[in-house]
């Protein structure tokens, strides 16, 4: 287990040195195991000793040196004591609750929360008796705390929320949880550790969707948790080992290459998001961008006090559209691609239907659409002209 460590150098330096690369070779070998040989009786019995110790390298499950790699890089850019490696964001999303709930236990869920995080909680959490409440990602001390109860154990938080995009006053909601000694979880994916460090602002269990920006290609699936002390990281660890979870090492290595050009990449999405979001919102089409980057969204006061900018990822309400007209606007589409995920290199457009519990968050009339937009690395003109020549067919 790793000591936190100071970060002396500028986090751009460290996504792209690596310590200890072996023989000289610059880019993190691929170690595809599973059996791991003792050279001695004495080295066995040694390995047995503490099976489930982050060093124990002695069955390819419990990781080799692609995996401790990764996990390395993705613990120093939270600050973190660890990383603990998931095969998908969901899976990494599901330990996190399972490994830190018993059934009784009640869960505060936000509201805004990514679709297959609320489903787990309505169908698994709910079948062992774990109990969650969906709160108001914009609510206020006073409305958090009548929420809390004897039993509440942890609260989720994800901000900006997926599809909706409101900013949650993560500072408050960790000082309310921890005066009362409960954990706090966030998912973290779109903001990766670069523009939000949850773990600097005092949340406990920090998770990501490496899918999507961190690892930034659209070829692999995986999920992180980075843990706020060595009690945590020692629970997870030892839950995902218990667990059979397991990040092979092909992916290990797509993962940590991908790393290597975070911090330019999010650069370049944030600036074309932006000027997207700009050109949007001089539509007549559009009636309302969700862009916390934007000064007239209702959290960019939040946003500008917590995050260091924001990455690529945005929404607009367009008026005026039917499914066919909606049809019209997206099949016309030639460089936005509409596909699930995002956070890869390419521009994706998606409309959504997002799903809340509660009844105070956006409502769209019926000629009104939600349309999520992913803006990659291609040129900014290129994609404008793009979104011009959809809305042109879509008038049509
Ligand atoms: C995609 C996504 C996830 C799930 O990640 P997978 O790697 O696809 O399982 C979790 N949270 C958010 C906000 C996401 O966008």
Redesign the pocket.
């Known amino acids: 287990m790793k000591q936190k460590s100071g970060a002396d150098l500028s986090v751009q330096t460290r996504l792209v040195h690596d310590p200890d690369n072996a023989y000289g070779v610059v880019a993190t070998p691929v170690y595809h195991a599973s059996t791991v040989l003792f050279p001695t009786y004495a080295d066995l019995r040694r390995g047995e000793a503490d099976p489930l110790s982050r060093d124990s390298m002695y069955y390819g499950r419990m990781g080799t040196p692609s995996t401790r790699s990764l996990e390395d890089a993705l613990s120093a850019l939270d600050n973190s004591v660890g990383a603990v490696l998931f095969p998908?964001?969901?899976?990494?999303?599901a330990a996190t609750l399972q490994c830190f709930l018993r059934p009784g236990d009640h869960l505060l869920m936000v509201d805004s929360t990514?679709g297959?995080?609320r489903n787990f909680c309505l169908g698994y959490l709910a079948d062992i008796g774990v109990e969650t409440t969906f709160y108001d990602p914009c609510a206020g001390t006073a409305e958090l705390q009548s929420l809390f109860r004897e039993n509440t154990r942890l609260v989720f938080m994800?901000s900006p929320g997926?599809a909706t995009f409101e900013v949650q006053d993560v500072p408050a909601i960790v000082s309310l949880a921890a005066g009362r000694g409960i954990l706090t979880a966030i998912?973290n994916?779109?903001a990766t550790p670069l523009l939000f460090n949850p773990l600097d602002h005092g949340v406990d269990l920090a998770?990501q969707?490496?899918?999507?920006y961190l690892n930034g290609h659209a070829d692999c699936?995986?999920?992180v948790v980075t843990c706020r002390d060595n009690t945590l990281y020692d629970r997870l660890h030892r839950y995902a080992l218990a667990t059979g979870s397991h990040l092979a090492p092909d992916d290990c290595f797509l993962a940590r290459r991908g790393l290597r050009t975070l911090a330019v990449r999010l650069a370049a999405h944030e600036a074309a998001g932006i000027a997207l979001a700009e050109y949007l919102a001089q539509r007549s089409e559009v009636s309302q961008v969700l862009h916390p980057g934007r000064p007239e969204h209702p959290g960019h006061a939040i946003f500008r006090r917590d995050f260091c900018g924001a990455s690529g990822l945005f929404a607009v309400v367009l008026d005026g559209f039917d499914e066919e007209r909606l049809a019209r606007f997206l099949d016309a589409l030639a460089l936005f691609g509409m596909g699930y995920?995002?956070g890869g290199f390419e521009s994706l457009a998606l409309p959504m239907r997002p799903v809340r519990t509660l009844s105070t968050r956006l409502a769209l009339g019926p000629d009104q659409r939600l349309l999520r937009l992913h803006a990659g690395l291609e040129s900014i003109d290129d994609l404008t002209a793009d979104l011009e020549g959809a809305f042109a067919a879509a008038a049509r």
């Open positions: 998908s964001g969901v899976a990494a999303i990514y297959p995080t994800e997926s998912d994916t779109w998770i969707s490496g899918t999507k699936l995986y999920g995920s995002w």
